[in-house]
């Protein structure tokens, strides 16, 4: 079973950035792919960006171009980097790990408030 914890939300000024962090631990060694979802009051869950096991990457429309998905995989670490961030970007991030037999893992999950 894998944990996930998030970090790094908090508030932010229109244009600012943040960067999240996803550290997991338990059976870490193998996954299938790792991301970011979000989820805005009164809205649906939906992916942000996504990093495969082969290191490759998918992102949103909406943040394409201003969020980066990275990984370290010494540190079994996933990480956000949220540039220019919009007040439409306020939403509670939640970490995402599918392992090999595509069992889901969610981290408690953390709040971004983007202020004007």
């Known amino acids: 079973q894998v944990q996930l914890v998030e970090s790094g939300g908090g508030l932010v000024q229109a244009g600012g950035s943040l960067r999240l962090s996803c550290a997991a631990s338990g059976s870490t060694k193998n996954f299938f792919s790792m991301g970011w979802h979000r989820q805005a009051p009164g809205k649906q869950r939906e992916s942000v960006a996504t990093?495969?096991?082969?290191?490759?990457?998918n992102y949103a429309d909406s943040v394409k171009g201003r969020f980066t998905i990275s990984r370290d995989n010494a540190k079994s670490t996933v990480y956000l980097q949220m540039n220019s961030l919009q007040l439409e970007d306020t939403a509670v991030y939640y970490c995402?790990?599918?392992?090999?037999?595509?069992?889901?893992?969610w981290g408690q999950g953390t709040q971004v408030t983007v202020s004007s």
């Open positions: 995402k790990h599918v392992d090999p037999w595509l069992v889901t893992s």
């Open positions: 990093i495969s096991s082969l290191g490759r990457t």
